[in-house]
């Protein structure tokens, strides 16, 4: 029997093993290092009130104005005051985040920032944060395994543990951390294992899911007309003055707007390019994009890159709070796999590593006191049934989610995705990815990352999030 099982070795899975007291039972199962999930790939940096004009209160307003009416304001206080603490606990674990010549760290200011916020090591802060955090892993007692978990031990309601396809692995606690969905799109910045594989695992044990209509396309990913992983081009780019420019040449759009509104500005042009070409010291300061492009035949030192959306960070998810507790008793959900509603209808840069950090540790805390006996999600509780056992995503998935749940939707669109999907096996990506596009088709506004072409304002009568279960969907 284990204190702590976790699912996913990320940096919100790898944080909550480090959270956890001396002497506790852990195992870090994941399904492994040539699949790893999005930590190692974040750039720009995590976002934290450290600087001298900035506050909690500054980075929580920014945040509730980007996540457009409809974030959990309670929780997004809470884990933008634990900011500046999360940068001097990742300190003192080792991570060695970049210092402007005052000694004081450096900051990039990201969309949406109204000061400069994001702390960061280069353009690879979560490759940096992932070293830290695996090294200090190596000197506790944690277990690891590498196998993907393929289903829940769930009992009358409540989670006792995890399955893998060789092993049972029970536990006082269980963590899901197994990151995003962006693989679902195929166009993507995550890796390819980012297929939603706890959200999955989760929904079919009877867990409450929500936001699901929101998947953030990031503005900026290396168009190199790859069908499957794009190169991401932070915005910390255009913080520090690269521009975009349309096929005649001229700038649409605030290049430092809101995620959501240069991707549709992107969009509504026939082609973009991004010129980096004027940032000083690019190939110091961004040593792991001009590296990346330049493998695909790109080199941005001396020519404007040519760019388009592409998946990229997953704002539904399974509903927890700020603590992780989700709507089964034993059950946890901590970083991107995770709905806490901290993002609203969009996600601020920098703040999923930030999330991904505090809420990881709060689980790790409680994993000694066994169950929590926390506060729970008030949610009917399925008894959950057994389900077959998690498969890998249909590849034809990925082209529907594509064309019709893709970055603009609109309600054939939508209809054609929901009748595509339906032809299916009905395998576990494919019920989330109804789900996902039922959702979509059910929010008649734009609102956040979630942009309707039929219906393009956003809509009082839909100020709030979305919440689902799987049970309640017949085919
Ligand atoms: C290119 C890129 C750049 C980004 N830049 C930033 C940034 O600058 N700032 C920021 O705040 N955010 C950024 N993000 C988002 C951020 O990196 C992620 O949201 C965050 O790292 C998620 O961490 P996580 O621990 O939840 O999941 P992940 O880091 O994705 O880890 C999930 C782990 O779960 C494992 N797993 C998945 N399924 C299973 C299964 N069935 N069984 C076992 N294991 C499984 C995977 O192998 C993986 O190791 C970026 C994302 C990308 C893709």
């Not at 996540?67 to 003192?92: F, N, S, Y």
């Not at 026939?270 to 690019?282: F, H, K």
């Not at 609102?447 to 919440?467: C, E, K, L, M, N």
Request: net charge negative; with cysteine.
């Amino acid at each position: 029997m284990y204190d702590l099982v976790i699912v996913g070795g990320g940096i919100a899975g790898l944080c909550a093993a480090l959270a956890a007291p001396e002497g506790a039972r852990i195992v870090v199962i994941d399904k492994g290092e040539a699949r790893a999930g999005s930590s190692p790939l974040a750039q720009g940096g995590i976002a934290a009130a450290v600087g001298p004009e900035d506050s909690p209160d500054l980075h929580a307003a920014d945040t509730i104005k980007a996540g457009a009416g409809i974030c959990d304001e309670q929780t997004v206080r809470d884990i933008c005051a634990e900011g500046p603490r999360v940068i001097a606990w990742l300190q003192e674990l080792g991570c060695d985040f970049d210092r402007s010549p005052d000694g004081a760290l450096d900051l990039a200011r990201e969309g949406g920032q109204t000061v400069a916020r994001s702390v960061h090591w280069r353009d690879a802060t979560g490759q940096e944060i992932v070293r830290a955090l695996r090294r200090a892993v190596q000197g506790r007692n944690v277990e690891r395994v590498s196998a993907p978990a393929t289903g829940f031990i769930a009992i009358d309601g409540t989670c006792h543990g995890v399955f893998t396809a060789e092993e049972r692995y029970p536990a006082g606690i269980t963590l899901v951390a197994t990151g995003g969905a962006g693989a679902l799109w195929g166009r993507t910045t995550n890796a390819q294992g980012a297929t939603a594989d706890g959200i999955v695992l989760a929904m079919q044990a009877g867990t409450q899911v929500a936001d699901l209509e929101f998947m953030q396309f990031h503005p900026t990913a290396l168009d190199d007309g790859s069908p499957t992983q794009r190169i991401l081009l932070t915005e910390a780019l255009r913080g520090e003055g690269a521009t975009l420019h349309n096929e005649r040449g001229e700038r649409f759009v605030d290049e430092l707007a809101p995620r959501h509104v240069v991707t549709k500005a992107i969009l509504e042009q026939a082609s973009v390019t991004l010129d980096c070409t004027q940032i000083l010291d690019l190939e110091r300061r961004f040593p792991t994009v001009v590296a990346g492009a330049r493998a695909r035949g790109f080199d941005p030192v001396t020519t404007p890159l040519p760019v388009s959306p592409a998946a990229h960070y997953f704002v539904g998810g399974i509903a927890a709070d700020a603590s992780g507790h989700t709507s089964i008793p034993g059950l946890f959900a901590a970083g991107e796999c995770a709905a806490t509603g901290m993002h609203g209808a969009n996600r601020m840069a920098g703040n999923s590593l930030l999330e991904s950090v505090v809420v990881g540790r709060r689980v790790g805390e409680l994993a000694a006191l066994g169950t929590s006996k926390g506060r729970f999600i008030h949610m009917p509780l399925a008894v959950a049934r057994w389900r077959p056992p998690i498969v890998e995503a249909d590849p034809e998935i990925a082209p529907i989610m594509w064309d019709d749940v893709g970055p603009i939707r609109e309600e054939t669109r939508l209809h054609e995705a929901i009748a595509q999907l339906s032809k299916l096996e009905p395998t576990g990506h494919t019920e989330l990815c109804l789900m996902i596009a039922r959702a979509a088709a059910a929010r008649l506004e734009s609102r956040g990352v979630h942009i309707r072409s039929d219906y393009p304002d956003q809509d009082s009568a839909f100020a709030t999030r979305s919440f689902d279960q799987h049970h309640a969907h017949a085919r």
